[in-house]
């Protein structure tokens, strides 16, 4: 049966110049390279020196929309995917809207959904174009988490880094099968219990304070591999397609055991697993998106691949995404 289907018909990224490497915070704190590529898999991060998470989107975005072949002028929605906004309010996505010149008018929002925000963003992009309320979407995952990093802990300040991706997704007639272009199937889920596991300590509410990263390590490492593989099962279930038929699982990237612990639970063979963490680190709502656009820029996935994103972050959040590009 035909349907509308939301297909990716432009990305792009953006990583702010500086590099910090292992070496760089063996400086800083008490680790070495060593304790750090082992445990997590991440050799550098970028820092952003000044740049804004709506300055990083919008170099992403461009990008996305040069690639789309349309400007601002065409895009119905924008959603931005981010726990770093430029200011407590307005939403990040109306600072870039203003500033990239969208018409007025046209809506857009953040999403508070921590690491799993492009997942939650792609996803309300998704029902907004299924449900015929836009044609386009503008979807952002950006952070300088960089500012929220207590770089005096070397418990956190090694996993995060800096960065932005985009995607703009156009509303397109589809036959309802899973050989359609386009996104195929969501999942979104969130357990709140799980709250004090990781979070940020500042708020408008209680200290009036931006804050830092807290974590709890080693129950948010148990959590991720199961919830992170639970949602890319879900979204290959509701289309019916097993783990062969998959040409790339794109995790979120926190940290490289969680990630080959999720392609081993799936039985996908590394082949197929897209990482980025190595030179990305963590980079929250902007992993799945940076590590999508890198990846179809340099001509690893390609039109007509299946790919299974799967996020997990704060709250605790996760979600699935099965899209063909
Ligand atoms: C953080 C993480 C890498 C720690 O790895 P781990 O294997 O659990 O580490 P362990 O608990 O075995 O070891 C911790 C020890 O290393 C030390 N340590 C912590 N950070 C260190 C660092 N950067 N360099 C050197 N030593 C460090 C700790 O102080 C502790 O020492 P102690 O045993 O003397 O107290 C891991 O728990 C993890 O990746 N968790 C998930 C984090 C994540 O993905 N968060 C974001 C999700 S969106």
Not at 140 to 158: F, P, Q, Y
Request: a negative charge.
């Amino acid at each position: 049966m035909s349907c509308i289907r939301s297909e990716i018909i432009g990305w792009g990224h953006y990583l702010p110049k500086k590099v910090l490497t292992n070496d760089d915070l063996s400086k800083m704190v008490d680790t070495n390279d060593e304790w750090i590529s082992t445990r997590t898999g991440i050799k550098s991060r970028h820092i952003s020196e000044g740049e804004t998470t709506a300055d990083m989107s919008i170099k992403a975005a461009d990008a996305a929309l040069k690639q789309a072949e349309l400007t601002i002028k065409d895009i119905d929605v924008i959603i931005v995917g981010t726990l770093t906004p430029d200011n407590t309010t307005p939403a990040t996505a109306a600072k870039i809207g203003g500033i990239m010149g969208v018409n007025p008018g046209t809506p857009t929002f953040d999403i508070a959904a921590a690491c799993s925000g492009f997942v939650y963003a792609l996803t309300m992009a998704d029902n907004m174009i299924r449900l015929g309320q836009v044609k386009t979407a503008l979807v952002i995952g950006a952070e300088t988490l960089s500012k929220i990093v207590d770089w005096t802990d070397r418990n956190t300040c090694v996993l995060f880094g800096d960065g932005a991706g985009a995607v703009v997704l156009k509303a397109r007639e589809g036959e309802g099968t899973s050989a359609d272009t386009g996104i195929l199937a969501t999942k979104l889920y969130s357990d709140g219990t799980q709250y004090n596991n990781l979070y940020v300590s500042g708020g408008v509410s209680t200290t009036a304070t931006a804050g830092f990263v807290v974590m709890n390590g080693k129950e948010v490492f148990k959590f991720a591999v199961g919830s992170l593989s639970e949602a890319a099962e879900n979204v290959m279930n509701q289309c019916g397609v097993n783990a062969e038929q998959i040409d790339w699982l794109l995790p979120h990237q926190a940290n490289i055991r969680i990630i080959e612990g999720v392609g081993h639970k799936l039985g996908l063979p590394d082949e197929k697993v897209i990482v980025t963490v190595d030179h990305h680190g963590n980079t929250s709502a902007a992993s799945i998106p940076l590590a999508l656009s890198e990846s179809l820029e340099a001509g690893k996935i390609k039109k007509g691949d299946l790919v299974v994103l799967s996020a997990m972050g704060a709250g605790f959040t996760w979600g699935g995404v099965l899209v063909r590009i």
